[in-house]
């Protein structure tokens, strides 16, 4: 079946600093693919999205590139702020319907 | 504002008693979504509705169960047949059921049961 899979966190950045988020996906056919942010207690809100191969999501200086080659939507940012603490969801759009498949989520710690 | 409403934030029961979280959404969506969450985990989806009056199992339905008699409302009961109820719950909708669409989640409501 669909899978994602995630970098294990918590991931410790200072201020600045450059970000990355892995994410590899298994799937049938061609997902969308998202990732979503939460903050303590609350929701999730979605960051970006991609639903095609090649695309770029973008989204309050975050990107993800869908690389259908290597199966991957690795989320970056080029400078985290103390504000992005949060955990970040990746997930997918099963080939039938629109239910997503999450990965378990990374947890990013920003310090000042 | 259009948005998804969750109630109540906090939920406590005893064990054994059957509880019923809110999912309300004013955004004119086709499609609902219940999943849950546990700590350090992603979600899981316990049951989705593409329209009213009808819906579907998901991956973890044991134990649950739902309604969809209105476009706006999405209720899930927690029944004392789910074995491990103490999670937190996230409702989502989508403008339609179909592969791709986004989905938009509710806060979330966390119940603890006793």
Same mark, same amino acid.
């Given at each position: 079946?669909?899978?994602?899979?995630?970098?294990?966190?918590?991931?410790?950045?200072?201020?600045e600093?450059?970000?990355?988020?892995n994410c590899?996906?298994t799937?049938?056919?061609?997902?969308?693919?998202?990732?979503?942010?939460?903050?303590?207690?609350?929701?999730?809100?979605?960051?970006?999205?991609?639903?095609?191969a090649?695309?770029?999501?973008?989204?309050?200086?975050?990107?993800?590139?869908?690389?259908?080659?290597?199966?991957?939507?690795?989320?970056?940012?080029?400078?985290?702020?103390?504000?992005?603490?949060?955990?970040?969801?990746?997930?997918?759009?099963?080939?039938?319907?629109?239910?997503?498949?999450?990965?378990?989520?990374?947890?990013?710690?920003?310090?000042? | 504002? $259009? $948005? +998804?409403?969750?109630?109540?934030?906090?939920?406590?029961?005893?064990?054994?008693?059957?509880?019923?979280?809110?999912?309300?959404?004013?955004?004119?969506?086709?499609?609902?979504?219940?999943?849950?969450?546990?700590?350090?985990?992603?979600?899981?989806?316990?049951?989705?509705?593409? +329209?009213?009056?009808?819906?579907?199992?998901?991956? +973890?339905?044991? $134990?649950?169960?739902?309604?969809?008699?209105?476009k706006?409302?999405?209720?899930?009961?927690?029944?004392?047949?789910?074995?491990?109820?103490?999670?937190?719950?996230?409702?989502a909708?989508?403008?339609? $059921?179909?592969?791709g669409?986004?989905?938009?989640?509710?806060?979330?409501?966390?119940?603890?049961?006793?």
């Amino acid at each position: 079946g669909d899978s994602v899979t995630q970098m294990e966190g918590p991931v410790t950045l200072s201020e600045e600093a450059f970000l990355t988020i892995n994410c590899t996906y298994t799937a049938t056919g061609y997902p969308s693919l998202f990732w979503y942010v939460q903050y303590p207690g609350e929701g999730l809100q979605l960051l970006l999205k991609a639903t095609k191969a090649d695309d770029k999501g973008s989204n309050k200086g975050f990107e993800a590139t869908y690389r259908k080659e290597t199966t991957s939507f690795h989320l970056e940012k080029g400078s985290v702020q103390v504000s992005d603490s949060a955990v970040y969801f990746c997930a997918l759009n099963r080939n039938a319907g629109n239910m997503l498949t999450f990965g378990g989520g990374t947890r990013l710690m920003v310090k000042p | 504002d $259009g $948005g +998804i409403t969750q109630s109540p934030k906090y939920l406590f029961r005893k064990e054994g008693q059957n509880v019923t979280l809110s999912c309300e959404q004013n955004l004119n969506h086709d499609a609902m979504y219940w999943y849950r969450q546990d700590p350090g985990q992603g979600l899981r989806l316990i049951y989705y509705s593409q +329209i009213v009056n009808d819906f579907q199992k998901g991956d +973890i339905a044991e $134990g649950y169960s739902v309604s969809r008699e209105k476009k706006e409302s999405f209720p899930l009961t927690v029944t004392s047949a789910q074995k491990n109820p103490t999670a937190f719950y996230l409702c989502a909708s989508s403008k339609s $059921g179909l592969a791709g669409g986004t989905q938009y989640f509710g806060p979330g409501t966390r119940l603890t049961v006793l």
